[in-house]
């Protein structure tokens, strides 16, 4: 599958590997966003701590799409056994005000703990993992001042990420995303409730052990 074969749904074996090396795992990734989440995906495989570790297949839900449906459509599929497939993941976000909010949500986290599937959540939304790259973030946000945060610091007017000036900074969103979850287990501020954060960190951590790994295997 192309780098760039962006939103395409399949349930065709993973074709993407990077280079010559034989990729050492398979991922299958579940997205509500069409894409921001995708372009950044795609941006991450080419970081040279990711590059050629594994194969990543994105499933782009259809348009209204909620965190519940797409953890349980990552359920079926492993459930069936579809491809040759290592690690299973969703990606979504919390949203602020609360009434935005998928009224499954627990019931989406819980089923996916339950089916060991990766779960890389943004409270409120992914613009506050793109936000991690440029500078801390500890206020609480809604979902609009994250989207306009976000835009101020990369100056961008639509949906795309530039894959350079994000992953020269991936280093800096990993260390502030897992302070964040640091700080909220120690004052005990509890899911959905704490916002700000962002486990993408988790994925990211993942993708590059598996191409660590791959790389002493060879």
Not at 42 to 68: K, Q, R
Not at 116 to 135: K, M, Q, R
């Amino acid at each position: 599958m192309s780098a760039r074969n962006r939103g395409k749904k399949t349930n065709k074996p993973l074709t993407r590997v990077q280079g010559t090396r034989q990729a050492n795992a398979t991922f299958r990734i579940y997205a509500e966003g069409e894409v921001t989440e995708v372009d950044y995906v795609h941006a991450l495989l080419n970081h040279p701590d990711i590059a050629n570790g594994s194969a990543v297949e994105i499933v782009i839900e259809e348009s209204g799409a909620t965190p519940y449906t797409l953890v349980q459509r990552a359920r079926d599929d492993k459930k069936r056994g579809i491809g040759d497939i290592d690690h299973f993941w969703c990606v979504f976000d919390v949203e602020s005000p609360p009434e935005k909010r998928d009224k499954h949500l627990s019931a989406a986290i819980d089923t996916a703990r339950a089916n060991d599937i990766g779960l890389a959540v943004s409270n409120p939304c992914f613009e506050l993992w793109l936000i991690l790259h440029f500078e801390s973030a500890t206020a609480h946000l809604t979902t609009n001042e994250a989207i306009r945060r976000r835009r101020e610091l990369d100056a961008s007017t639509g949906k795309e990420v530039d894959e350079d000036r994000y992953m020269d900074q991936l280093t800096q969103a990993m260390r502030r995303a897992e302070k964040l979850d640091s700080k909220h287990k120690d004052d005990d501020t509890q899911f959905p409730e704490n916002n700000p954060s962002s486990t993408m960190y988790k994925l990211v951590h993942q993708l590059m052990k598996e191409a660590s790994d791959s790389k002493l295997s060879v």
